[in-house]
Structure formats: structure tokens, C-alpha cells
């Protein structure tokens, strides 16, 4: 995003919107399907509600975050991820019903909604959640349920006018769970008792019989999105763009709320989707998905908020774990970058650890050149002149760097400095051999990598050596490879005593 400094950040401008629309006490909804592991195209859902409950609560307004699972939503497939022996008998059993694929956990939903939620604590999201199937066994959903099957006609003919199709005559907004065969997808309503609290339906496998509307069935999604509005007062939520098509299930919510059960339906933020560099728009049954999880690995959190925020809602976010991640992270640590987002900086922190001032980039090469040794590495950013008064902010971005690496580094970033003289050293020119002596000769003790830098290039001067050929010459010498980090930084994250040694070895070989 092209910030100035003095434009105003989206969240700043939507809350401006809500308070002005939905006065000053809010609920803030967010929900998602714990039906695969829940990725990092989902996450930009709870970090923009996130985002906006900040601000208001900032504003000194009333607000509350919430998350509620669908957990009594149906398995509607055998995923690729499942065993298809296992679950196939599963399919239409409602996700809170049926066992966890690994064996753990208490449920299905459980399985995915674990990670999910340790997740949200490490972001600094703190909602309160809710599961879907306790809500409806509760009797929390009853009333809403209710006033649905009673006002089922009015129903139908908004669905009809918002989304020009109709629906069978025997419709219901109620799908009854089946004692019988545990499916919430088979079975078709026959009557209802508003007094006795119970529906009458017959299902695909024969059965037919009576439920409670607590926990023997649940709405359909377009009723049940503007019900859970009526029950927790949402005020503001944020949501995919799928759900704000025309005619999608936000418009026939917002008449659904108004002329069945009286309320205003919350104030919209739809959102553009998270894609994946070169895979496309992330989701599940592509199977192109970064769990949050994996990604928390490799990103700091704030970092990962950041990424979300300081691009608005609107806008798609491109996601790629390479080089572009690094530079990311570097745009949120260099506090002195021109192009930061210092507003989607602030409502991206979380743990109260200041960016650390060290560029990403050239972490990645310290740790590596360290061989991941911590007390190596602080003593090349000390030699490097940083500061390590920072020193648990250091060690979580070297943690971060070293996962970064094994995950998802280009090749050219990553590196071993070789014990020995590298046989590619072997093909090394006279030209070239003279030039690493003049370097390894001119390398002194505490130079910076600027320093470093100059040095090299005004070596290349005085030879009248291509820069290019200078670099391979390095990087051959020390690393057995044409390619490495950036020269002087590089560098000077070694012993100058050791460069200048190898340097002198690489010169002799072949008797020069
Ligand atoms: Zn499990
Ligand atoms: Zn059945």
C-alpha cells in the first residue's frame, strides 16, 4: 500500500463509519468452518475483526470480539486428507459428531479448531468462542428456530427475490439431525410444535420421528448467519467475498434480519482473498494452504498481522514465503524504512517486543554463518556493531530465520562457509587470484560490511575488474559456490583473520 504519512489507516477509517452508522457498543463477529486445518487465507478474517475491535476499543467504545466455530455444520466430502475407508460413512454427520482423524482430539472440529485457536493466542487475537453444535444443544439458538419455521413462507420468498431461484415446496430453514443414522443433511421437516419446542420430519434412511429444536437439528446457513446476529447483538462483521455477491448469503441476511427477526444486520466488511505466490487464491479443496500454524513457524506474529493490515480489506494480499517474506519482515523491523505503515504497525503489535533493528536479511546470513551457534551469532552482530540490548527479540528472529531457511529459502540465500579450500577454487583466474589477496591483505578487524563493500569495489577499480568476477571469486573461496549473500555484509560476519588466510591459500593454488 502507498501510505503517506498523512493518510489515515482503513481500520481508523471504517470504525469512523461504524460508530457514525451502529453508535458506540459493538460485537464483533467472526466464524469459520473447522472442516480442514484452517489456513492463512482464513486468517485475514480474525486479524481485520481484530484489527477494528482494537481501534474501537482504543476509541473508548464499548466492544466485544467473538469467534464462533461452525462445529454442527456436516462433513460435506471424503477431503483428500481424510481416509476415505474411515470417514466415507461420515459425509452429512454434523463435524462435532464424528471422530478426529488423528486420535487426540475430542472430536472432528476439535481436531482443526486446536491448532487454530493456539494459534489466535500467539497473534494477540483473544475472542470468545463459541462451538456452534453447545450453542444449538444449549437451547441457544431455540427461539431463533422458532420464529424461522414460523415465518418459513417469508423466508422462501426472500431467498426467491434476493437470489432468483426458488426453493422446493417442502423447504425448510430447520435441517433436523437423524437420531437414526446421525446425518443433519437427509432428512425433510413434516411440522412443528412452537409449544412442545419440537419438529416432526422423515429421513433418506427411513427413520421418522420427532427432535427438539435444542440440538436435534440446526438452521440452514442462510438463516443461521442473520440468527446468531439476533442472539449476540453483532453489530459489525467481517467476511469473504463469496458471502457478499449479489444475492449472496449476506443480502438475504440483511433482509432476513430485518423482516423476520427485526434487528439491523451488522455492518459489512467484505474481503478480498489471501493468494499464494504462484498456486492462486488459497483454500482447502485446492489444497494450496499454508496452516497458520506452519507459517507462525517462520514468521514472527506481528509480522504475519502486518502483512494483513497494512493492505485494506478490499484489496487481495499475495502471499510469498520466499524472498518476498524476508523483505517483509525487514520493512517491519528496519524502524527507519521509508515505505512502513507506522498505524498498521501499532495495530500489529503484540508482545511488546520492539522491531530489533537487525535487517532480516542479514540475519539469515549471520545464523548461517554462525552455523546457528547463538553465542556465535551475537558475537558477529557485536563485531557487525549492532546493539544487543534487545536480546530476546534477537534470539526469537534467529529462531525464525534458521526455520525460514530449512522451509522456505531460495537457494541462492542459503550457504555453508566451507572448512576447507572449496575444489571450485581450483578454476579460479590469475585475475581473480590476485584480486582475493589484495582483499584478504586490507581486511582489518571491526570493519563494517559498508566498510567491507567499499573496500571491494574500489579493489575493482583499481584492477579494473568486473564486479561480477570479483563476487564469484569470493564466493568460491569460501562458500564452493558462484553465488552467495551480499559481499561486504557477508564478510564481515567472519573472522577477518580467517578470510585473510583463505583468501592467501586461494591466490597459491597452482603454484602462483
Ligand atoms: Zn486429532
Ligand atoms: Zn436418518
Same mark, same amino acid.
Given at each position: ?6 493518510? !489515515? ?20 463477529? =467472526? ?16 486479524? =481485520? ?38 470417514? !466415507? ?16 482430539? &475430542?472430536?472432528? &472440529? ?31 439458538? &431455540? ?29 425448510? +430453514? ?270 582489518? +578487524? ?67
Amino acid at each position: 500500500m502507498t501510505t503517506t504519512s498523512k493518510a !489515515r489507516h482503513w481500520a481508523d477509517l471504517l470504525a469512523d463509519d461504524i460508530i457514525d452508522q451502529r453508535g458506540r457498543c459493538h460485537v464483533v463477529n =467472526t466464524g469459520i468452518t473447522p472442516s480442514g486445518e484452517i489456513h492463512i487465507g482464513n486468517m485475514r478474517e480474525v486479524v =481485520t475483526a481484530d484489527a477494528i475491535h482494537r481501534v474501537l476499543t482504543e476509541r473508548g467504545d464499548e466492544s466485544r470480539l467473538l469467534y464462533i466455530a461452525d462445529t454442527y455444520d456436516p462433513l460435506r466430502h471424503v477431503y483428500p486428507f481424510l481416509d476415505p475407508q474411515r470417514y !466415507r460413512d461420515k459425509v452429512g454427520k454434523p463435524l462435532s459428531e464424528i471422530p478426529c482423524p488423528c486420535g487426540q482430539h &475430542s472430536s472432528y &472440529s476439535e481436531h482443526f479448531l486446536e491448532p487454530f485457536l493456539r494459534s489466535l493466542e500467539q497473534l494477540g487475537i483473544r475472542p470468545t468462542v463459541h462451538r456452534a453444535d453447545q450453542l444449538y444443544k444449549a437451547g441457544v439458538y &431455540s427461539d431463533t428456530i422458532l420464529i424461522a419455521l414460523q415465518q418459513r413462507d417469508r423466508i422462501r420468498t426472500i431467498l426467491k427475490e434476493e437470489t432468483g431461484r426458488d426453493t422446493p415446496a417442502d423447504w425448510s +430453514p430447520f435441517n433436523p439431525l437423524c437420531p437414526a443414522c446421525g446425518r443433519i443433511t437427509q432428512a425433510r421437516v413434516l411440522g412443528f410444535s412452537a409449544e412442545a419446542q419440537t419438529v416432526e420430519y422423515v429421513c433418506g434412511c427411513g427413520e421418522r420421528g420427532t427432535v427438539s429444536v435444542a440440538g436435534g437439528g440446526k438452521l440452514t446457513w442462510r438463516v443461521d448467519w442473520p440468527a446468531r446476529w439476533k442472539i449476540f447483538g453483532v453489530t459489525v462483521e467481517p467476511f469473504g467475498k463469496d458471502h457478499a455477491s449479489k444475492g449472496g448469503s449476506y443480502d438475504t441476511g440483511v433482509r432476513i434480519a430485518r423482516e423476520v427477526y427485526g434487528i439491523e444486520p451488522p455492518y459489512p466488511i467484505p474481503y478480498e482473498w489471501l493468494s499464494l505466490a504462484g498456486k492462486g487464491d488459497m483454500s482447502s479443496s485446492k489444497g494450496n494452504v499454508l496452516s497458520i500454524h506452519a507459517m507462525l513457524e517462520v514468521v514472527p506474529p506481528e509480522v504475519l498481522r502486518y502483512l494483513i493490515l497494512r493492505v485494506p480489506p478490499q484489496r487481495s494480499v499475495r502471499m510469498d514465503p520466499g524472498l518476498p517474506l524476508l523483505q517483509l519482515i525487514d520493512e517491519y523491523d528496519d524502524v527507519e524504512a521509508k515505505n512502513r505503515d507506522s498505524r498498521a504497525l501499532e495495530l500489529s503489535a503484540i508482545s511488546g517486543i520492539p522491531p530489533v533493528g537487525v535487517p532480516y536479511r542479514h540475519m539469515v546470513t549471520v545464523v548461517q554463518a554462525a552455523q546457528g551457534d547463538s553465542e556465535k551469532w551475537m558475537e558477529i552482530l557485536r563485531r557487525n556493531g549492532y546493539r544487543l540490548d534487545n536480546i530476546e527479540g534477537l534470539c526469537q528472529r534467529a529462531a525464525y530465520a534458521q526455520r525460514w531457511l530449512e522451509t522456505f529459502a531460495p537457494e541462492e540465500l542459503r550457504f555453508q562457509v566451507q572448512d576447507q579450500l572449496p575444489p571450485a577454487a581450483r578454476e579460479l583466474t590469475l585475475e581473480q587470484k590476485q584480486a582475493l589477496r589484495l582483499l584478504g591483505e586490507r581486511l582489518r +578487524p571491526g570493519m563494517t560490511g559498508e566498510q567491507i563493500h567499499q573496500l571491494i569495489y574500489a579493489l575493482k577499480d583499481e584492477l579494473g575488474t568486473k564486479p561480477d568476477v570479483l563476487f564469484k571469486a569470493i564466493y568460491s573461496a569460501l562458500l564452493g559456490k558462484t553465488q552467495g549473500p551480499r559481499a561486504g555484509w557477508f564478510l564481515s560476519t567472519l573472522d577477518p583473520a580467517f578470510v585473510t588466510q583463505r583468501f592467501a591459500e586461494a591466490a597459491a593454488i597452482g603454484g602462483e
